[in-house]
């Protein structure tokens, strides 16, 4: 049985629409989340769902990821954007001489890091 107390979550409050309380979910699973009226129970509910997705997995002999390992995510993503966008994203990345991937990952990047500050 793997140490569950390794694997990061994430929590968020759930809005009135939602039903209220807090959701846990764990970015190592796609699948695996939980919920609670408190955060302590949401975070108690959240074990208890891990505990199970884990030994269903071992059950079956399937992989269990590692902790941090964010699970089944591959790194890509497919973006649609207005042609005008791709347009100027793919002459700005020429301008820095950097693919439109390279520029978009510094985008993504630099953005995240303002909003987390």
């Known amino acids: 049985m793997k140490d569950m107390s390794k694997y990061p979550f994430e929590l968020r409050t759930l809005t009135a629409e939602e039903g209220g309380g ?3 979910s764990f ?3 796609n ?3 939980a919920d609670g009226e408190t955060i302590e129970e949401a975070i108690s509910e959240g074990q208890l769902a891990l505990a199970a997705v884990i030994a269903t997995l071992e059950a079956k002999g399937l992989p269990v990821p590692k ?3 964010y ?3 591959s ?3 497919v973006q649609r954007l207005p042609k005008s966008l791709h347009a100027r994203l793919q002459s700005r990345a020429r301008l820095e001489g950097v693919s439109i991937n ?3 990952i510094t985008y993504i990047t630099e953005g995240l890091t303002r909003k987390a500050a």
């Open 22 to 24: 807090f959701l846990v």
């Open 27 to 29: 970015p190592d699973f």
């Open 31 to 33: 699948e695996c989340i």
């Open 67 to 69: 902790p941090g390992s």
């Open 71 to 73: 699970g089944a995510y």
């Open 75 to 77: 790194g890509k993503f």
């Open 102 to 104: 390279t520029l978009a």
